[in-house]
């Protein structure tokens, strides 16, 4: 089961941090993804991390801007998104697979989504 969570009103230039805790699964065995899906469209990669963190992987729309982190004792993976924009806004959703995909589907478990809303 996965637990998003840190979700909410930002503005143009500002940041968020999410998290998404993870419990009944092997943390450590799963490369942890976070996806975003805005109102109308499909549900797309953001940026992923792998088993013990030494490799992320990001969409090019946020590079230079949000950081994957994960902290395996802890079982939670975050997302810090900095100098956000109005177009990052959307849901965000956690995921977990055993290996990297830069595709929604495959994942094997997915947290409830938090809701992103970035002001201009």
């Known amino acids: 089961q996965l637990q998003a969570s840190g979700g909410g009103l930002a503005q143009a230039g500002g940041s968020l941090r999410l998290s998404c805790a993870a419990s009944?699964?092997?943390?450590?065995?799963?490369?942890m993804g976070w996806f975003h899906q805005a109102p109308g469209k499909e549900r797309e990669f953001v940026a992923a991390?792998?088993?013990?963190?030494?490799?992320?992987f990001y969409d090019d729309s946020v590079k230079g801007r949000f950081t994957i982190s994960r902290d395996n004792a802890k079982m939670t993976v975050y997302l810090q998104m900095n100098s956000l924009k109005p177009e990052d806004t959307a849901v965000y959703y956690c995921?977990?697979?055993?290996?990297?995909?830069?595709?929604?589907?495959?994942?094997?478990?997915w947290g409830q989504g938090t809701l992103v809303t970035v002001s201009s």
């Open positions: 991390i792998s088993w013990i963190g030494d490799n992320t």
């Open positions: 995921a977990a697979r055993t290996h990297l995909s830069y595709y929604p589907g495959g994942y094997s478990y």
């Open positions: 009944g699964l092997t943390f450590s065995r799963y490369v």
